[in-house]
């Protein structure tokens, strides 16, 4: 039956998907720390939405191999997840509201000011 033969589908836009939501969750990370959970909820009902359509509406694809996902999981990840702490590590030092109001009295529990 030609007609029941599903979706054509791709691994690698399936790779660049997940790929694509954990990159900016770990860009966006030290300004943003709930985004961990977002992104832990997207990849979450991707994976459903993906395993619903990989039963039950995508066609089988042909063999591949491991060799994408070893090579994702061994090198890319890894180098990026360095870059994250990198990059965090700059966000944090060069954040620029940490000293907004300075205290000139430290003592003094409103603002310098003499009320007396």
């Known amino acids: ?17 997940m790929s694509k939501i954990l990159f900016l969750t ?3 990370c030290s300004i943003y ?3 961990f959970f977002l992104c832990a909820l997207a990849l979450f ?16 694809a042909p ?5 994408s996902s070893s090579f994702l999981r061994r090198y890319v990840f890894t ?5 994250m702490a990198v990059a965090s590590s700059y966000y944090w030092a060069g954040f ?14 409103n603002g310098g000011g003499d009320d007396a």
């Open 33 to 35: 720390p709930f985004g």
């Open 1 to 17: 039956n030609s007609h029941m033969r599903g979706e054509e589908w791709h691994l690698a836009e399936r790779y660049s998907n």
């Open 79 to 83: 180098s990026v997840i360095s870059a």
């Open 45 to 60: 009902i991707n994976n459903f939405a993906d395993r619903f359509s990989l039963m039950r509406t995508w066609r089988q």
């Open 26 to 28: 770990l860009w966006y």
């Open 63 to 67: 063999r591949l191999g491991a060799h």
């Open 96 to 109: 620029p509201y940490d000293n907004l109001c300075e205290n000139e009295d430290p003592g003094d529990d």
